[in-house]
């Protein structure tokens, strides 16, 4: 069965980080293009970061620049996000989902992606 899985989600004081992981089952992560996303209650879900196949290439949302980091573990088939210097606005259920069929870059768009996992919640709070 195909499926990725999302942990590493809490509440976590402003300012504080987090690391987020998406660990795959069924495939190998590493051969598609991975993106994380968030939605907050009653806004849509964006875009936050994203991780290519061919060259690693990643993307982020301006709102993360500087603050988050992707990357990949191939041995351990899983995909990181680590989340620094956290503000309340981060507070969101957090996504990952793979690509099967981008062969350059990542996309950005959610309905470009064909897995998703179930989502891990992600509180910035005082």
């Known amino acids: 069965q195909l499926q990725l899985v999302e942990s590493g989600g809490g509440l976590v004081q402003p300012g504080g980080s987090l690391r987020l992981s998406c660990a795959a089952s069924?495939?190998?992560?590493?051969?598609?293009?991975i993106g994380w996303f968030r939605q907050a209650p009653g806004k849509e879900r964006e875009a936050v970061s994203c991780i290519s196949s061919s060259d690693g290439s990643t993307n982020y949302a301006d709102s993360v620049k500087g603050r988050f980091t992707i990357s990949r573990d191939n041995a351990r088939n899983t995909v990181f996000l680590r989340m620094n210097s956290l503000r309340p606005e981060d507070t969101a259920v957090y996504y990952c989902?793979?690509?099967?069929?981008?062969?350059?870059?990542?996309?950005?768009?959610?309905?470009?992606?064909?897995?998703w996992g179930q989502g891990t919640q992600v509180t910035v709070s005082s």
């Open positions: 989902a793979a690509d099967w069929f981008v062969t350059t870059g990542c996309p950005t768009r959610a309905y470009e992606y064909d897995l």
């Open positions: 069924g495939f190998t992560l590493n051969n598609y293009a």
